[in-house]
């Protein structure tokens, strides 16, 4: 099975607070994506990435970044946190090849107070 | 513009009655369409998919879902709903604005399954 891990269940930072995200998959997958996920929004993709050292933006990058260094990891960084960042991050993964489906990770819960 | 559409933000259906949640979706090209259900404080778990073939596309959990060209819909169905089939469920589209390996999706807003013993 694969497996898509995510470094925190739920998490609590301050305003201003510079937030690392961390996302973990076992399967070799060359792409990986980070979404946030609010009620009556849906899934909202942020960035991409490819294959190692490689992004993209999605809908929504104003206020993140990522970074991918390794394959297995793709790390979503707010710089700034602010209180409209405050929602579900979905990480995902797949294999590369536009038939295949994304494997999703159990989602950070981020509040920024 | 490429769009998926979730028109029902809820369905209540009793348990053992047939379910659909509905999906319509706006793309250029051959759609490659999906199906994701997230239960409570989880991510989100593949159902299925329709990338070309049977207009009809078997899945996990007793799951199926219709590809209807004409009416640019792939809308889930189930024929006995369980009360552990409750979550919510998403419809995504393949982004044919990015062509190739990358398969980006676009999901719909989602619609929460209820369903009553």
């Known amino acids: 099975d694969v497996k898509v891990t995510q470094s925190s269940r739920y998490l609590v930072k301050r305003t201003g607070e510079k937030v690392f995200l961390e996302c973990v998959q076992d399967?070799?997958?060359?792409?990986m994506f980070w979404y946030r996920q609010d009620p009556g929004l849906g899934l909202r993709l942020i960035y991409f990435s490819y294959d190692v050292k490689m992004k993209e933006k999605g809908d929504i990058p104003e206020g993140y970044s990522v970074s991918r260094e390794k394959k297995e990891r793709f790390s979503l960084i707010l710089e700034s946190a602010s209180t409209n960042q405050t929602s579900m991050y979905l990480c995902?993964?797949?294999?590369?090849?536009?038939?295949?489906?994304?494997?999703f990770g159990p989602g950070t819960r981020l509040t920024v107070t | 513009a490429q769009s998926v559409a979730q028109p029902e933000d809820q369905v209540n259906v009793a348990e053992g009655n047939p379910l659909t949640v509905k999906c319509t979706y706006s793309v250029s090209g051959n759609p490659y369409l999906f199906w994701y259900v997230q239960y409570p404080n989880r991510g989100l778990q593949f159902l299925l998919k329709y990338i070309t073939g049977d207009n009809l596309v078997k899945g996990s959990y007793g799951f199926e879902a219709e590809f209807n060209k004409s009416q640019t819909s792939f809308h889930l169905k189930k024929p006995s709903a369980l009360v552990s089939d409750s979550a919510l469920y998403f419809c995504a589209v393949r982004d044919p604005e990015y062509g190739g390996a990358t398969n980006k999706l676009i999901f719909g807003t989602g619609t929460l399954l209820a369903v009553q013993p």
């Open positions: 995902a993964s797949r294999v590369s090849g536009s038939v295949y489906e994304q494997y």
């Open positions: 399967m070799d997958h060359e792409n």
